[in-house]
């Protein structure tokens, strides 16, 4: 009998989130605000809180109105414009949701990036 496999992680912690953003191209990664901070072409797409529990990111405004009607689902703090959410642990949306948004906040600041900057870091 094989030994049974370890649970996956999950992107609400720092592990599983560094797993998520790292599997995406020209991603670099930082501490800062007490977090871990998720980067392309030196822009934040998304971060997770060094305690782990709660992640947030980018999102469409379509996507943010609907977010933002889920239980454990608000606006970031601290991210004046509209389109950021912080998501808890507790909230009703499956981790593996949580990382397809996690790819879409890349795309959408990986295309707020000048042609040259996406040309230069390969996207």
């Known amino acids: 009998m094989p030994p049974p496999r370890p649970a996956p992680a999950s992107p ?5 989130f560094v797993a998520a953003v790292t ?5 670099t990664l930082s501490e ?4 871990v901070v998720a980067k392309v072409g030196g822009k934040v797409f998304a971060l997770v809180a060094a305690e ?10 379509t996507a943010f109105a609907g977010l933002t009607s889920l239980e454990g ?3 970031a703090p601290y991210f004046a414009k509209g389109g950021w959410v912080r998501v808890t642990a507790a909230a009703d949306l499956p981790a593996a949701d949580v990382e397809r948004y996690l ?21």
């Open 52 to 61: 782990g529990g709660a992640v947030t990111f980018k999102v469409t405004e």
């Open 12 to 16: 609400f912690d720092r592990e599983g």
């Open 23 to 27: 599997r995406l191209p020209a991603v």
């Open 32 to 35: 800062q605000w007490e977090a």
């Open 73 to 75: 689902v608000t606006q």
């Open 103 to 123: 790819k879409e906040a890349h795309r959408l600041i990986a295309a707020k990036l000048t042609r040259k900057a996406r040309a230069e870091l390969g996207l």
